[in-house]
């Protein structure tokens, strides 16, 4: 047992020269072995050792004897231990949590805590390779994709696993070895919880069926765990080259569908996640579900937890945080020939000239935020305004008429956007649609007197 932990640790890169390690001690006989062991190599790995017990005040007496148990065992042993007690119940009650996954969060809070007060490098926790077989039936029978079947990781940020190279009954049979006695939780026999089911019912049926059933899912879990590392790699460059960010969310460009499917899939996962800023409630349904999006017409969209809203728009589809989004309102400024005009809510600078004739050797500029009208044309107060009701464009030098609504839908501006953007008006019609045409009314004639001029700065508008 000794040498096969040590050559795991090793091999993982768990620990460094001089990492003080926290041991995660239940009481239970995987704790109980991982500390033993720990005991055994730290002198060879050159580490300190401290441990933590967090009783969850779930089995009332016999939980507490478990901590005294822990506390005893540490103290002769000389190594620092703190002990922590909590409401499990209460907090996965409040957190509308199961039990199970109540106690869980509650045990990481308190090892993170603890690694703080003793100024612990590593957290080591004692899950082997039954518990991984267990996490990878638990998966698959949920539903799953890969990432779920690589059981549990054996090493995340400062958690380490070192007994993930033996079995439970290589760790019963150690401390049979070392005559040592651990505590029994009367709750891991009861099948009232999924994960007591599948280590009472449903592993021991598989290992009948084959014995080394545990070692060769442990091995399946690694080979997952490197198809997973490649999958990933592809998946963050298809994201780089078709997920953009833009000032109202995140794009997926059409062209990701390209991609081969299970690169498609984790790019969509990558940008739900990034959006949401949460992966957990993430699962394979919504990824379907985005998926499908994109071969529904433009404006249908599905909500996803963490208040995202998918849409689907000209370009692909846009994700978006819902609450980011403004309620529409109307805007609306008076704008002045021969002055600048500052638009807060855009980061828009709007400088304006006026000229009595068209200058000369210049050409009439084909920026889109950057204009020129002829002034006499324009009738009454010039405006910057968002969009009403009736808003038309002069479209033809035969004064043809055409809404704004329909212009939009022709130009394929998505719906999200409409209401965002900002129109020069008069007192009649529309003068400009800002990033798109101007009326055809005030355009520069051979005729024109005298040139108004309105360039656009800032903003998001030029991104």
């Known amino acids: 047992m000794r040498k096969k932990v040590r050559n795991f640790i090793e091999e993982r890169h768990m620990v460094e020269k001089g990492d003080c390690v926290l041991a995660a001690v239940s009481g239970g006989a995987d704790s109980l072995c991982l500390l033993l062991t720990l005991l055994e190599l730290r002198k060879e790995l050159e580490i300190s050792l401290c441990a933590v017990h967090v009783e969850h005040g779930i089995r009332g007496k016999e939980s507490l004897e478990d901590a005294e148990f822990v506390e005893k065992l540490c103290r002769g042993r000389q190594v620092p231990c703190k002990v922590y007690h909590c409401n499990a119940g209460e907090y996965a009650s409040a957190k509308k949590l199961s039990l199970e996954e109540g106690a869980r969060a509650l045990r990481y809070q308190f090892f993170e805590r603890a690694a703080g007060e003793f100024g612990a490098d590593k957290i080591a926790v004692a899950h082997n390779q039954n518990d991984c077989a267990e996490t990878m039936l638990f998966h698959l029978a949920r539903g799953t994709g890969l990432k779920g079947l690589r059981g549990i990781p054996l090493v995340r940020e400062k958690i380490i696993r070192p007994l993930m190279c033996v079995t439970r009954q290589e ?14 939780d009367l709750t891991n026999g009861e099948t009232v919880y999924t ?18 059933a545990v070692v060769h899912m442990n091995r399946s879990a690694l080979f997952v765990s490197e198809a997973v590392e490649l999958i990933d790699e592809l998946a963050e460059q298809a994201r780089k080259a078709y997920v953009c960010k833009k000032a109202d969310g995140i794009c997926i460009l059409q062209e990701l569908l390209k991609q081969k499917p299970v690169i498609f899939r984790e790019t969509l996962r990558k940008a739900l996640a990034e959006i949401s800023g949460c992966s957990r409630d993430i699962s394979s349904v919504h990824i379907r579900q985005l998926q499908g999006l994109f071969s529904l017409q433009n404006g249908r969209n599905i909500n996803f937890p963490g208040n995202v809203e998918a849409r689907r728009i000209y370009e692909g589809v846009l994700l978006r945080k819902k609450e980011d989004q403004d309620e529409k309102q109307i805007f609306e400024w008076e704008l002045s020939p021969g002055g600048v005009l500052c638009i ?3 980061g828009y600078e ?3 000239r006026l000229w009595n004739k068209i200058p000369q050797k210049e050409e009439i500029p084909q920026n889109r935020y950057t204009k020129w009208m002829d002034y006499d044309k324009i009738k009454g107060t010039m405006r910057m305004r968002t969009r009403r009701e009736h808003d038309f464009l002069v479209i033809d030098a ?17 719906g999200y956007q409409r209401d965002r953007i900002l129109l020069l008006t008069d007192d009649s019609h529309i003068l400009w649609v800002l990033g798109y045409r101007i009326s055809e009314d005030v355009k520069v004639t051979e005729h024109t007197r005298r040139v108004l001029e ?3 700065n800032g903003g998001t508008a030029h991104e």
């Open 171 to 184: 760790i019963e049979a150690y401390l049979v070895e070392k005559k040592q006695t651990y505590c029994t």
């Open 195 to 212: 994960r007591n089911k599948i280590r009472r019912q449903v592993l021991p049926a598989l290992c009948e069926i084959n014995p080394g």
């Open 344 to 346: 807060p809510p855009y």
């Open 350 to 352: 709007i400088h304006t």
């Open 398 to 414: 035969q004064g043809g008429k055409k809404k704004l609504k329909k212009y939009f839908v022709d130009e394929k501006v998505p």
């Open 454 to 456: 309105i360039r656009v």
